[in-house]
């Protein structure tokens, strides 16, 4: 059977960033709880002329620039902030891009798991014709209320996917565990511009799909946990993966490692937890983006893996989950240049936090007619909506 899987990857994130040691003390809290206890040092943020189609098209460029567009004839778009409830915003990605017209664009949303929803479709499309390749874009803003619990959590991040025949980077296994559960952990009602959210519900649904979506993997022919060598899991902040470690750690047996922290010692055989949180770590949630940037932190910051099979745990509220495994190809560390996405998180402009608020408190997903600013440097910009329509350009 031939293998199909991810080809190539990039990241794009928001032109500006916010310490959270500086959020911390804004608020008389000890920064230890954002930076250990959630396992966050700083989140994204975007500017006017930045949103979910910039960003993702931003992602994007790089990765079809790399790879040509011979054979794209599908375009999928996952994100739950998306800008518009009909069009989808991949469509105007496309066109950013320049992209042929003979490629059916389409917007997946179920919370942070719609990237695994596009790939899983993706995988099937390729298998149908393999000399056809997807693009999967995966972007979002994640937004909270000022001063609420989930506020140091937020962040920005878009991820490109290409997915095809033979890949360079990931072979995606058939054997998945899927588990789905109607429950109002965190949702984002059509009047809000930010996200509601019960966190500690949120924390449980994840834990308990993370168990049901193991057992269902296992029911269905997957591996032991002894046979995966790597394990990568939703990042809503750091710490959350390795609260999903233990609980993969106490439903298997398995001795595998729950550090998360440079320096923090290693109390078992070593999975990954703490390189694949690298970028999360300074991202914030990228919400679908996030699982895939994990995998791009440990893509580039592990130089071992040719050959190992990683197991992927996708988690979206509401809820929806999966556990999947791939297998690292051979000369995957060709594929990538690991210094690009330390550099575009290091070129981030910092904000005060009087500024970060005062953006949060912005405009922000109306359709009244505007212009932005321009300030993004990024290869496309959010142009401001004219007759209720979003406008975009290439920089
Ligand atoms: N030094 C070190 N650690 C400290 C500390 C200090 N000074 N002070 C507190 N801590 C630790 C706490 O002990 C706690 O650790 P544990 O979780 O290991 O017990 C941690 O810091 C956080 O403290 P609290 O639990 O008191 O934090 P909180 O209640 O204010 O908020 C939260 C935490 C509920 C996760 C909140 O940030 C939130 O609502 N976030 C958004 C929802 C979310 O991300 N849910 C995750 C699962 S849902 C999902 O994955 C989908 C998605 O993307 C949203």
Redesign the pocket.
Known sequence: MTAIGIHDLELATGHYVVSLTDLAESKD??????????GQSEMSVLAPDEDIVSMGASAAKPLLERNGTDGIRTLLFATESGVDQSKAAGVAALELLGLPHNVRVAEIKQ??YGGTAALQAALGIVSRNPTERVLIIAADN?R?QLD??????QGAGAVAMLITADPALLAVEPADGISTTDVD??WRPNDSTT?V????L??D??LDALTDAWGDLQDHGGPAIGDIDRILY????T??A??AQQRLRQVTGDDISTALNPGDEVDGRDTGLETSARYNRRLG?S?TA?VYSALASLLDHDDSLAGDRIGIFS???G?VSEFFTGIVQDGYRDVRDAGTIDAALDRRVPLSIDEYRALHQGPHGTSADEVTPQVTDAPFRFAGVHEQARQYEAR
């Open positions: 809290i000890a920064p230890g709880k954002f930076v250990l206890g959630l919370a942070c994640a909270y609420s619990p989930g506020e140091p959590t952990d965190f996200a959210v019960n966190g500690k949120s924390i649904a994840y939703h990042q809503p902040y710490k959350m390795k609260k949630n919400y996030s988690y979206g509220s809820c």
